[in-house]
C-alpha cells in the first residue's frame, strides 16, 4: 500500500511543451506539496495545499500551476518547459499545517527536459 | 525567518565506525527539528524529530540527535555505521505557529567496506 504516489516516475521532454505530474496519498491528510530537488540535491518548496486551498506559493514561475481536485489529490502542471526546469520533484503530504506533523513524500518523479 | 546549514556536504566513513552529521539552525522562535533520509533514487523517509520534552530522540536503526537550544544544532549520530545507512541526510526546521519546513544542503554519508 503505497502511502504517496506520483507519477510518472520519470518523464523526459523537449522544451516548451506542457507536461503534468500526478500524487495521490491514501494517508487521509489534509496537507499536501510539491518540492523541486535540484541536481546538487537542494531540496525547495513550491507549493502546499490545505485541504483544497492554497496556502504556500513560493517564487515560482506562473508556468508551474498545481491544481488539488480533492484532499487526496495534488496535481502539477508546466507549461512551456525550460532545460532549467530539469529535476526531481517531490510530492508530499502531512496531517494538517502544524510545523510539527511529519511529512510524507513520494518517491519522486525525475524530469528531464532536452 | 528560519535556516537550516548542514555543514558538510559530504561525509565518508568506514563500516563500523562513528559518525556525527552536523545541523545548525536560525530562528527566533521555538522550533521544531527534523532528521529526514533519502536512499538511492528514493523519497526522504523521516529518521527522527524533535518536537519537546526530552533533548535526546532516537530512530528505531541507532541513530540519535541532540537539540541544543544554547548551540542551536540538531547534531545526528550513530556509534557504529553499517554499508546500509549510505544515503543522503537533511536536516530540517519548523517554526512553533508556521507550517512550512525548511532543509537544509544536505550531507552524503558514504559508507566504505
Known amino acids: 500500500d503505497t502511502a504517496v504516489s506520483q507519477t510518472p516516475k520519470y518523464l523526459v521532454t523537449q522544451m516548451g511543451n506542457d507536461k503534468s505530474i500526478k500524487c495521490e496519498q491514501n494517508?487521509?491528510?489534509?496537507?499536501m506539496y510539491w518540492y523541486k530537488q535540484d541536481s546538487k540535491k537542494f531540496l525547495k518548496i513550491m507549493f502546499s495545499?490545505?485541504?483544497?486551498?492554497?496556502?504556500i506559493n513560493e517564487t515560482v514561475p506562473n508556468r508551474f500551476s498545481p491544481k488539488s481536485p480533492d484532499k487526496a489529490h495534488l496535481n502539477l502542471h508546466i507549461n512551456s518547459l525550460e532545460l532549467g526546469d530539469s529535476a526531481v520533484y517531490f510530492c508530499?503530504?502531512?496531517?494538517?499545517?502544524?510545523?510539527?506533523?511529519?511529512?510524507?513524500f513520494g518517491p519522486g518523479t525525475r524530469l528531464t527536459v532536452l | 525567518a528560519q535556516s537550516v546549514t548542514q555543514l558538510d556536504s559530504q561525509v565518508p566513513v568506514f563500516e563500523e565506525a562513528p559518525v556525527e552529521l552536523r545541523c545548525n539552525y536560525s530562528?527566533?522562535?521555538?522550533?521544531?527539528l527534523f532528521w529526514y533520509v533519502q536512499y538511492p533514487n528514493q523519497g526522504l523517509q523521516l529518521l527522527l524529530k524533535?518536537?519537546?520534552?526530552?533533548?535526546l530522540v532516537e530512530s528505531i536503526n541507532g541513530f540519535e540527535a541532540e537539540f541544543n537550544k544554547s548551540q542551536t544544532s540538531f547534531h545526528l549520530r550513530k556509534p557504529s555505521v553499517h554499508i546500509s545507512d549510505t544515503a543522503e541526510y537533511f536536516c530540517?526546521?519548523?517554526?512553533?505557529?508556521?507550517?512550512?519546513?525548511?532543509f537544509g544542503k544536505g550531507t552524503k554519508l558514504s559508507v566504505i567496506p
Open positions: 508530499a503530504s502531512s496531517l494538517g499545517t502544524s510545523g510539527s506533523n511529519e511529512q510524507f
Open positions: 494517508l487521509g491528510h489534509d496537507t
Open positions: 495545499y490545505n485541504n483544497k486551498e492554497l496556502i
Open positions: 530562528s527566533s522562535v521555538s522550533v521544531y
Open positions: 524533535y518536537l519537546s520534552g526530552s533533548t
Open positions: 530540517a526546521v519548523s517554526e512553533a505557529g508556521s507550517y512550512q519546513l525548511t
